[in-house]
């Protein structure tokens, strides 16, 4: 089992109970949103950038609980390949007819060859240690002029040993290899044929999830005692959990860490 698989196989009913079955970043757009309002934004945006249409095959890579994937069908008739290697969150799922879930690693998933319309990755690219093997992966399994979304963190280009070091402790609490700069990861798509459409830049709108994360977690005690052996167990097998969150928003604002969102398309090759 993968170190990210564990994570989440692991701490499925905290993070569950934390921020619900939508496990990425909230965007504060007007700065009042609660944080089920800022997860949403995210969803839209990204939903806005994939565009489903009538008969597409889209793959949802590294789906969690499958929430986006229901987005994506919810007012189109496509069908989805929602891929995650957690078993929990497979479990956890609700079925659909036009989703079918797969419990797999997305580098050893089984779809045809260009047998994708488009394809989106919302926070799982951060988790393979190789953008190029990524990007091959995924290349090969999308047909010619197809999209491909990725909404990702990322570190800034060029940080401090300091800032390297305070990103590399970040990263193994969230079962991320590293982060790497954006830029790496556009040079790395031109490499696997894939021509940027449109980049944004979310970091500032991001940024707050971290605050609500933590708390969203210090209060959890209060809201939920049947909990507190859960958080218990969490804070002693995961004592860096916790002092994470306020960690990754001073990262956020101190600009170590970026969040964007990039649109490519696959060019059409020989």
């Not at 597409?56 to 989805?80: E, N, R, W």
Request: glycine content about 4%; overall charge positive.
């Amino acid at each position: 089992m993968s170190t990210n698989a564990k994570l989440y196989d692991g701490l499925d009913l905290l993070f569950r109970e934390l921020w619900g079955k939508t496990l990425h970043h909230g965007l504060w757009i007007k700065g009042n949103e609660s944080p089920v309002q800022a997860r949403n934004n995210l969803a839209q945006v990204c939903l806005t950038a994939l565009a489903p249409q009538k008969g597409d095959t889209i793959a949802d890579i590294g789906c969690g609980y499958g929430t986006f994937s229901h987005l994506i069908v919810k007012d189109s008739d496509c069908q989805v390949h929602s891929i995650t290697n957690s078993l929990a969150q497979i479990q956890a799922a609700t079925s659909h007819p036009n989703i079918t879930f797969h419990h797999t690693d997305w580098l050893d998933h089984s779809l045809p060859p260009r047998s994708l319309d488009k394809a989106i990755a919302l926070e799982s690219l951060s988790h393979f240690p190789n953008f190029d093997t990524f990007l091959s992966a995924t290349s090969k399994s999308l047909r010619p002029g197809a999209l491909f979304v990725i909404s990702d963190w990322y570190a800034k280009p060029h940080p401090s040993p300091v800032e390297q070091l305070l990103l590399r402790n970040l990263a193994k609490t969230g079962a991320i290899p590293n982060w790497r700069p954006i830029n790496h990861l556009l040079t790395a798509a031109s490499r696997h044929h894939f021509t940027l459409q449109n980049q944004q830049n979310f970091s500032s709108q991001a940024a707050p999830t971290w605050n609500a994360f933590f708390k969203l977690s210090c209060l959890l005690p209060f809201q939920k005692p049947k909990l507190i052996p859960l958080l218990s167990k969490t804070a002693l097998h995961r004592p860096p959990l916790l002092i994470s969150f306020p960690l990754l928003r001073l990262a956020y604002h101190l600009g170590i860490l970026e969040y964007h969102l990039c649109i490519f398309k696959k060019e059409h090759t020989t």
